[in-house]
């Protein structure tokens, strides 16, 4: 069931749950795409319509950030739990090691997806990594014909919202691929050039804290993130 949150649709999925319909989607016939936005991508949507629908339509649309959370609960729709893009992208590798299916890495700066991909491979064996393409090309429709060619299965898209999401709705059928999912900066975290917060940092839902401890240059985009949880509260209050 989907579940509203300041104009953006959720589903409300444990990262079980999730992990369960995006397997099944990677075995269906015909492209689908799952998007995973966070505080950023609902201040976005608001502005950006087109943005909006895309996110809207997807397949399946997972809780990546507290904030989202938190604005579900006071709202009085709570969702079940985060579900972090990372930890859904590696149960489906997960699924698509189990079929021995083709992957597609795109995004990122350049040589970040090619060690991605090399790391991915090393612990997913069954898994082909059929191509991978950096984020900051200029020919789009070259791009897309690479991803075509390679005839993917899964395809990480990693470039940012956005971006990634505008990609898979305008391109992602066109390569063939049963699934694609939306990443951010997930292809830095797969090549080990960006480190997920400790356990104890997750645990405590300060993930956001550890990435701007790691990144502090962040700090512009992440002081807009309490505006969610204000907009949630006003709209809780005024009763819409
Ligand atoms: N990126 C890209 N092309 C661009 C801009 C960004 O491939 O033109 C990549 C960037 O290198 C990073 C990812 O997009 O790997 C997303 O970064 P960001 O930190 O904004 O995403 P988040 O994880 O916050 O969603």
Known sequence: ???????????????????????ALLREGGFHYVVTPNPEFILTAERDSEFRGILNRADLSLPDGIGVVYSARILGVPLKERVPGVEFAQRMLQALN?????????????????????RLAEQYPNITLCGVQDGYYTDEAAVVRRAADARPDLLFVCLGAPRQEKWMARWGGHTGAKLAIGLGGALDVFSGDVERAPERWRAWNLEWAYRLKQEPRRIGRMARLPLVLTRAARERLLGK
């Open 1 to 23: 069931m989907k579940r509203e949150i300041l104009g953006v649709l959720f589903d409300d999925l444990t990262l079980d749950e999730a992990a369960c319909r995006g397997a």
């Open 98 to 118: 189990e079929t021995g299916g083709r992957l597609f890495l795109l995004g990122a700066k350049p040589g970040v997806a090619e060690r991605a991909g090399a």
